[in-house]
């Protein structure tokens, strides 16, 4: 076996009918939608690649672990399960469990920030850049600038910029930083990891600097395989080993289950400081609920622990970036523009190459997206203009992001490559007709978070 295959490590035992509904009626549902993929239904949709976020398919071990739990409203079982999954591989000193990862963000957040503080990170994720902004701060992003450079090919392209750092808390002084974070992988720009030498610097500087240093963990999996895959040093250690090196140089970190716990819903905040744990946990109290099931019901704690230990499986890392790499290698041979190297948990696709001739106010990820629900039934993401698009407080102008991308996020051992071939085929039909998509223009959208309720129209 290759790295470009290696079978799942699974068999099937649980199937889901889908159906592809006629190009007609995609066409009329994608309008009733108003070309927000958000807003259609998960039963005219052929394949879904929304997101990988709570749509992982959990095993045999994860469901008899649910039925075994005991339900209780303080000290069930399955939290101790948890807390000792956490403590053997992310290695934290305290943690609280919370409903997903957004709880988490806005537990800190709301606990740590004094209004006009700056958090900077690699690149902050949507929610991530919602919650420090709800709670009065600044979110700011130091990624390499390379990482805007959608063909280029880098290891570790979702690094900071580590002068870039040095720089901003020398101008910003780190009393105005209550904490710095990194996302593994960056989630925002093509799903790339972060070298365990950058999480090393990025940690002696928040040292230095007596800043507390978190990980947002969401796919600390993924991110290590690269690390055991590209660093020099870790080819012959364990996702776990390098897990836990990885997480020895950070203060805490959040972590949305719905990803590399493999759960469809759960997450958790964990830090080694312990007056900080008691604050954390008597705001989880009030909004979220008692710290021995955090938002949750006591099973999904027990799926959590156990999904945890089944991402860190290298066999299922293998399976996992060999699918990734097959998509992508498909949608290369067909000529379609994508985010190099390919992602961990998702195959980015440069909108702004593919549909160069669309004026960047007018949507061309987002129109993609819509373009290719009606080709072929394929439900993708946007990780773009909606979704990182800001306006000018005293212009009212759009300012658009640096990246305009279609994301298609691969769901954690719920399609197969002939699914992924399907996926292709679309993108490839479409890029040979791209002269004649056209854009879309934006008729509503909320403040905070607009992409999810965001309405468009088709540009006559
Ligand atoms: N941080 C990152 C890097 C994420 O990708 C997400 C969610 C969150 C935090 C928030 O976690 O959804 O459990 O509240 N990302 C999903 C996605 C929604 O589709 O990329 P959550």
Known sequence: MTDDFFPEPFKIKMVER????????????????????????????????????GTSAMSDNQWSGMFKTKQAYAGSDSYYSLEAAMKDVFGFKHFVPVHQGRAAENILFSTIITKGDY????????????????????????????????????????NMDIQKLEKFIEEKTPDKIPLIMVTITNNGGG????????????????????????????????????????????????????????????????????????????????????????????????????????????????????????????????????????????????GVPIVEPTGGHAVYVDARKFLPHIPIENFAAQALLAQLFIESGVRGAELGCSCFGKTDPKTGKFIPPRLDLLRLTIPRRVYTNNHMKHVANGLIELYKKRKEIKGLKRTYAPKLLGHFTAKFEPIK
Not at 125 to 133: G, L, W
Not at 264 to 270: E, F, R, S
Not at 326 to 332: E, V
Request: net charge neutral; with cysteine; hydrophobic share 40%.
């Open 119 to 158: 958090v900077p990170n690699n690149m902050h994720f949507d929610t991530t850049e919602a919650n420090i902004t709800r709670n009065g701060g600044i979110p700011v992003n130091l990624i390499i600038e390379d990482a805007y450079d959608t063909a280029k090919i880098l290891l570790f392209k979702g």
């Open 191 to 334: 799903g790339q990891p972060v070298s365990m030498e950058n999480i090393r610097q990025i940690s002696n500087i928040a040292k230095k600097h007596n800043i507390p240093f978190f990980i947002d963990a969401c796919r600390f999996a993924e991110n290590c395989y690269f690390i055991q895959q590209r660093e020099e040093g870790y080819k012959n250690k364990t996702i776990k080993q390098i897990a836990k090196e990885l997480f020895s140089y950070a203060d805490g970190c959040t972590f949305s289950g719905k990803k590399e716990a493999l759960v469809n819903i759960g997450g958790m905040l964990c830090t080694n400081d312990e007056k900080l744990h008691t604050k954390l946990k008597n705001l989880l109290i009030i909004i979220e609920g008692f710290p021995t099931y955090g938002g949750m019901a006591c099973r999904d704690l027990e799926a959590m622990a156990r999904g945890i230990y089944e991402a860190i499986d290298d066999d299922y890392q293998k399976y996992r970036h060999a699918q990734m790499k097959f998509l992508a290698d498909l949608l290369r041979k067909g």
């Open 18 to 53: 889908i159906k592809l509904k006629p190009k007609k009626e995609r066409e009329r549902l994608i309008k009733e939608a108003g070309y927000n993929v958000f807003m259609l239904k998960i039963e005219d949709i052929f394949i879904d690649l929304l997101t990988d976020s």
